[in-house]
């Protein structure tokens, strides 16, 4: 276990940064929540999620995984 003296300055921003967002989310909620999507932004999010699957989009996590060092 690391103890805030062994974080670095970055480390220690992040840890904070995802602590006050987790409690915002907590308190405040999705605003977005139970609203209907537009038909029009609901057919692009159909588009994109298919380009996917077919590979026109994205990459592999596998390859992400790698190319940024993470294995």
């Not at 276990?1 to 999705?30: F, P």
């Not at 380009?51 to 994205?58: I, K, L, Q, W």
């Amino acid at each position: 276990m690391v103890t805030m003296a062994q974080m670095t300055k970055e480390e220690l921003r992040q840890m904070i940064e995802t602590a006050v967002e987790q409690k915002l989310l907590e308190l405040l909620g999705d605003p977005d929540e139970g609203l209907p999507i537009r038909k029009a932004v609901r057919d692009r999010l159909l588009r994109q999620k298919q380009a996917v699957t077919s590979g026109e989009r994205g990459e592999p996590f596998e390859d992400v995984i790698q190319r940024l060092g993470l294995k």
